[in-house]
């Protein structure tokens, strides 16, 4: 396992450090028995939420397309703000937040017990750049405008990811929603949902974050638009009456 983690790090030209946390990372999962994920095995860990969250790694979205400083600054240079929504065991943010020490990152999070086993893995791995938040994605007006990047990662459906999603970026910001084989019909409901809500679609990225994964895409929507002040609808609404379905 320790050769595969180094292979990672040298895949993303991390450095001992990081890899020293994503270890500590890795630990706290195969440890603490309320971790709420399945895959808690370090090797099967490894490739599922770490090699999975950092192949975002790729997109110039997220890595800056111009090196660090390009990666962390955020409008007139205050540090990028990344969003994990419904971060559950803390992927793909807290990963990303290993990986880019310069950005600020939220793990926002309705349920507690996620909330709480964030916090200890953030403490554990000793990751300085996180902020945990405990509620709903449509009930955090604090954060609305405010995220440059806004990550999704097995969430909901794609119309609701992005209805949970477009209130939360500043215009000009970029949703990534991590998805698997690909949905003609979905795809053809979130185009609708993303007209309503002021994003556009930039591209479908197939990715292959670790060997022998299969049908692994990245959807890239930037905020072309301000959205509609009727949106975010109430709690459980988009889930009920998807946009676009």
């Not at 975002?56 to 990666?71: H, I, M, P, Q, T």
């Not at 962390?72 to 929504?85: E, I, K, M, Q, Y």
């Not at 945990?132 to 009930?139: D, G, I, K, P």
């Not at 072309?224 to 676009?244: D, F, H, N, S, W």
Request: glycine letters at 10%.
């Amino acid at each position: 396992m320790k050769r595969a983690l180094t292979a990672l790090v040298e895949r993303y030209a991390l450095n001992e450090h990081q890899e020293s946390q994503f270890a500590a990372v890795l630990g706290k999962l195969a440890e603490d028995e309320s971790a709420p994920t399945t895959v808690r095995e370090p090797a099967q860990a490894l490739d599922v939420h770490l090699a999975d969250s950092l192949v975002a790694l790729e997109l110039d979205a997220v890595n800056g397309g111009g090196g660090e400083a390009a990666a962390t600054a955020g409008p007139a240079g205050s540090p990028r703000v990344l969003t994990d929504v419904g971060t559950g065991a803390g992927f793909p943010g807290l990963a990303l937040a290993i990986a880019l020490p310069g950005s600020e990152v939220v793990l926002l999070e309705s349920q507690a017990r996620k909330c709480a086993f964030a916090q200890r893995t953030c403490e554990a791995a000793e990751v300085e750049n996180v902020r945990v938040v405990c509620t709903r994605a449509e009930e955090w007006g604090e954060g609305m405008g405010g995220s440059d990047v806004v990550l999704a990662r097995a969430l909901a459906p794609q119309p609701v990811v992005l209805e949970y999603a477009a209130p939360l970026l500043r215009l000009g910001g970029t949703l990534i929603d991590w998805r698997g084989r690909r949905d003609a019909e979905e795809e053809s409901a979130s185009a609708a949902a993303g007209e309503a809500l002021g994003l556009r679609l930039v591209e479908i990225r197939h990715v292959e974050p670790y060997k022998g994964a299969r049908n692994h895409h990245l959807h890239v929507y930037e905020k072309a638009r301000e959205t509609p002040a009727r949106y975010p609808r109430r709690a459980g609404v988009a889930r009920k009456r998807p946009l676009g379905c």
